[in-house]
């Protein structure tokens, strides 16, 4: 599979609790983007990066969020102090240089749920 | 502010009828426009994208319409099949900036048997 790769899938932690998640994309693709969806709910852009540079950041992506890339390949994105509202599905995408913005291929996300 | 509105917000049909689903974009200045098909707990999947010059496109039953100067876009579904059951989101991009994209909230549809 050569797709955009996230793990895992489902992660149920306790409030408080640290959580980090991972994304794999594209292999070719040098941007890679994070987003958070909640039920019924379009997809809310958290961050961005071009190969290992995070160049842009969401007013979502509070002090507790942090994203890294560190060698320009995959991504992680942790979460410290869960809370119950952070319980939401993380979206990875990911696109070529040079791609318009809207080519980008989505992972299957992680579903979070903060108990 | 950049908005993406989409209309109805779910829908149901019986298989084998068609519908349509509305997106009306503020977005400036405008790039292009996607249509992603999301099934439930699944990651988007692109179905077709549009940019300013297009009218219409079509991708084996979706066909996607785009008037740029009423800012509005359509998917319509032929011949609906239950596997078409899913959230439809309409995803608009500016020219500028990396992170453009502006997202709708999706409709949801039901096809019934």
């Known amino acids: 599979d050569t797709g955009v790769s996230q793990n895992p899938r489902h992660k149920i932690t306790k409030r408080g609790q640290n959580v980090t998640f991972r994304c794999d994309p594209i292999s070719e693709h040098n941007r890679l983007y994070w987003y958070r969806q909640t039920l019924g709910q379009g997809p809310e852009f958290l961050t961005y990066f071009q190969n290992e540079a995070q160049l842009e950041k969401s007013r979502l992506l509070s002090d507790r969020f942090s994203a890294e890339r560190p060698k320009g390949s995959f991504s992680t994105l942790e979460i410290q102090r869960t809370e119950q509202g952070d319980s939401a599905m993380y979206l990875c995408?990911?696109?070529?240089?040079?791609?318009?913005?809207?080519?980008?291929?989505f992972g299957q996300g992680t579903r979070l749920t903060v108990v | 502010k950049n908005q993406v509105e989409q209309s109805p917000q779910s829908l149901i049909i019986l298989e084998g009828k068609n519908c349509t689903l509305q997106?009306?974009?503020?977005?400036?200045?405008?790039?292009?426009l996607r249509w992603y098909k999301q099934d439930t707990g699944r990651g988007p999947v692109s179905l077709t994208i549009m940019t300013f010059s297009e009218n219409t496109k079509s991708n084996g039953r979706y066909t996607a319409t785009l008037d740029a100067d009423t800012k509005q876009s359509s998917l319509h579904i032929t011949a609906s099949q239950l596997s078409d059951s899913a959230s439809y989101i309409c995803?608009?991009?500016?020219?500028?900036?990396?992170?453009?994209?502006?997202f709708g909230k999706g409709t949801m549809l039901l096809v019934s048997p």
């Open positions: 997106c009306n974009y503020t977005v400036s200045p405008f790039s292009n």
């Open positions: 995408a990911s696109s070529p240089q040079g791609a318009r913005d809207t080519e980008a291929f």
């Open positions: 995803v608009v991009s500016a020219k500028s900036g990396y992170s453009t994209l502006t």
